[in-house]
């Protein structure tokens, strides 16, 4: 079994980003980039996968402009066998594009599994997979906590509000990844110079033939309304006579 | 035209977060139809006619849609789709799943968790965890939309709409339901609750979590919270998680207890209220945001907050 991995470019998660003074967006340039943190417990379960003899081949797939590779590169170094690069103009692809796009690497590639990031955490779009699984016409496992492959199925345990649901799916099926699936490993120093040779192909939307046109038009990036701090109170019976005055008691 | 509304519900009991979502969805300035989809859901059907503002409840019934899979509840509101130019549900477990698969079997690009209409065509939506606003319009023909409910009112109750049931779709037989671990508990519910404790890491076990947290959470009538790094430690669980991967909340009082206060976390609680920290180091971020600070160890002043609280509360 094949497992196809799309992995997402996104600004490092330590970062606190600024919104540009004009509202056309969020300050980029110079900015410390990594892989979407659920992308790499995506690709973490796939090599998981491979390891217990289950999948046969990882693919990791990204869509995105210039030094996107260096993305692919890190799920190589974690051990992916090699790399699709969708080379666009600019970042940003919404995800009914990508997912668009994805849908022909799928079918070029045939893959029983594709295992995503639940989210994005730059857009926290949330719909990527879903979309994708509509596409094809496959099962969707969301938020998946835990991932089993049976004979022609995959079991996969949920998070929903309120607990945990497990569903099993027909293969080929997607599969979101959440938290608690895994903890990702990191790339040995062998592994990252093993990574440099392994063959990232590259493709574009024209030739897939996709129209990654955007849908949606952003008029405005501002600030959030900012919140101050308040005071320090000194003993809980303080605490509790202002609480009684905010009136949320 | 008219606007098709998700509700979230157990079948029996219709969840709050569908009166916020209404909201959303008269603010869109047409009718709106609200679709209740379970297996013996009157109940819930019955309790979303009740809200101020619905024309219509849509009920679909059915064995197949017992525990609202993605696959055959996308189909059915693909079937409904061709009636409505716009098509809402709150950002919830069922929302998230069900929503963008709808989208992409329309050819439309979904607006995920707007937390505010600008105009029928233009909304708000938080990025990079909530570090940024984005005011965006979408041209396409069928407005899919999730709405993060936080952010908005609850619609009154005191209608009576009608409760109309409808066919069933064909199921596209992808998945199956194989079982649901669902905590039982008598606290309000962590999404819509007015009142809510947070633990974090600091707490140090899921014994301390439950021995300190809880007593007051209950002493207050609150919900409980965790951080990430509470939850994955296990001291509490998943779906007690606030912030940017979790749960997004804004209740009237936050009390976050031994939460340093990272951006994940402020993401989903910095819309509170009133917020309050307690935290041994006086330079932790989440002071910058909390409206009363409180420095010292929590295992001595959670105790103490609990017992105020309950002689406050007589
Ligand atoms: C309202 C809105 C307006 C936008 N307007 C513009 C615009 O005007 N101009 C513009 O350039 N962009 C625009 N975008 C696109 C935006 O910048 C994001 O790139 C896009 O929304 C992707 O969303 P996401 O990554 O949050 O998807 P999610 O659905 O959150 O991603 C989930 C998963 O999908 C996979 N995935 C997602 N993207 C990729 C990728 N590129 N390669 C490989 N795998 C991937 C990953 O596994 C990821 O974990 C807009 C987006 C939104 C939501
Ligand atoms: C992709 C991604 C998604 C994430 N999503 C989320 C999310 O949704 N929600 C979330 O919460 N986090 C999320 N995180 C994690 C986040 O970055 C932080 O690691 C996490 O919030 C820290 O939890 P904490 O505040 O409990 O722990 P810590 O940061 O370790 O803070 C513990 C605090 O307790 C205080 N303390 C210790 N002992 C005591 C005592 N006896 N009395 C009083 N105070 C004490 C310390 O001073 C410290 O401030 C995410 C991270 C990533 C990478």
New interface residues.
């Given amino acids: 079994m094949k497992i196809l991995v799309p992995v997402k470019r996104v600004?490092d998660?330590n970062v606190?980003?600024r919104?540009k003074a004009d509202g056309s967006g969020?300050e980029l340039t110079n900015i410390k980039m990594s892989m979407n943190p659920?992308d790499e417990i995506a690709v973490e379960e796939a090599l998981r996968l491979k390891e217990a003899g289950t999948a046969t081949e990882v693919v990791a797939v990204s869509v995105g402009p210039a030094k996107t590779d260096e993305t692919i590169r890190t799920a190589l170094a974690m051990g992916a066998d090699r790399g699709i690069w969708v080379k666009t103009e600019e970042a940003g692809i919404?995800?009914?594009a990508v997912?668009k796009l994805l849908k022909k690497i799928v079918e070029q590639e045939g893959p029983a599994l594709v295992i995503l990031g639940?989210?994005a955490?730059?857009?926290?779009?949330?719909?990527?997979?879903?979309?994708?699984?509509?596409?094809l016409?496959?099962?969707?496992?969301?938020?998946a906590?835990k991932v089993a492959p049976a004979d022609g199925t995959v079991?996969v345990t949920?998070?929903?509000?309120?607990?945990?649901?497990?569903?099993?799916?027909?293969l080929p099926?997607i599969v979101t990844t959440?938290?608690?699936l895994n903890e990702p490993r990191y790339a040995s120093l062998p592994n990252i110079m093993k990574a440099k040779k392994k063959p990232i192909a590259e493709t574009t939307p024209a030739e897939l033939g996709v129209d990654i046109a955007?849908?949606?038009?952003?008029?405005?990036?501002?600030?959030?309304a900012g919140?101050?701090?308040?005071?320090?109170?000194?003993?809980?019976?303080e605490?509790?006579d202002?609480?009684?005055k905010?009136g949320?008691? | 035209m008219a606007t098709l509304l998700l509700a979230e519900h157990d079948d029996a009991t219709l969840n709050p977060v569908t009166a916020r979502a209404l909201t959303a969805a008269l603010a869109l300035g047409a009718p709106v139809h609200v679709l209740v989809v379970g297996a013996g859901a009157d109940a819930a059907a019955q309790a979303a006619a009740k809200l101020d503002g619905v024309a219509e409840v849509l009920l679909a019934d059915a064995p197949l849609y017992a525990?609202r899979?993605?696959?055959p509840v996308?189909a059915l509101i693909v079937s409904l789709a061709g009636d409505y130019d716009a098509i809402l549900a709150p950002s919830?477990?069922?929302g998230?799943?069900?929503?963008?698969?709808?989208?992409?079997?329309l050819?439309?690009?979904?607006?995920?968790?707007i937390i505010k209409v600008v105009a029928p065509d233009?909304f708000e939506r938080?990025?990079?965890?909530?570090?940024?606003?984005?005011?965006?319009?979408?041209?396409?023909a069928t407005k899919v939309i999730t709405v993060r409910t936080a952010s908005f009112a609850a619609a009154g109750e005191g209608n009576s709409a009608a409760v109309r049931p409808v066919a069933v779709a064909a199921d596209?037989a992808?998945?199956?339901?194989?079982?649901?671990?669902?905590?039982q508990s008598d606290r309000p519910?962590l999404?819509s609750a007015r009142?809510i404790v947070s633990g974090g890491r600091a707490l140090g076990s899921q014994e301390n979590f439950h021995a300190v947290i809880e007593p007051l959470a209950d002493a207050?009538g609150a919900a409980v919270g965790a951080s990430?790094a509470a939850?994955?430690a296990g001291y509490a669980?998943?779906?007690w998680?606030v912030g940017?991967?979790g749960k997004v909340v804004a209740p009237?009082?936050y009390v976050a207890v031994g939460i340093s206060g990272a951006?994940?976390h402020l993401a989903g609680m910095?819309d509170s209220?009133?917020?309050?920290a307690i935290n041994k180091d006086?330079d932790a971020p989440i002071?910058?945001?909390?409206?009363?600070?409180?420095?010292g160890d929590l295992f001595q002043?959670v105790p103490?907050?609990t017992?105020?609280?309950a002689k406050?509360?007589g």
């Fill in positions: 600004v998660y606190k980003i919104v969020v659920f919404e995800p009914l997912a639940k989210q955490i730059d857009d926290d779009c949330n719909q990527t997979g879903q979309m994708l699984a509509a596409l016409g496959w099962p969707q496992g969301t938020f906590s079991e949920r998070e929903i509000d309120g607990g945990l649901q497990t569903v099993s799916l027909n099926a959440d938290l608690r955007p849908r949606l038009a952003v008029l405005s990036t501002t600030e959030p919140r101050s701090g308040g005071i320090k109170v000194a003993s809980a019976t605490l509790v202002n609480l009684k905010a949320v008691l | 525990h899979l993605a696959e996308a919830t477990a069922v998230k799943n069900v929503l963008p698969r709808v989208a992409a079997l050819d439309v690009m979904q607006v995920s968790d233009t938080p990025i990079y965890a909530g570090n940024a606003i984005q005011t965006v319009r979408s041209g396409e596209p992808l998945s199956r339901f194989k079982g649901e671990d669902i905590a519910e999404a009142l207050l990430r939850v994955d669980p998943n779906d998680q940017q991967t009237d009082l951006i994940q910095k209220k009133v917020i309050v006086e002071f910058q945001i909390a409206d009363f600070g409180l420095v002043i103490e907050l017992a105020e609280i406050a509360k």
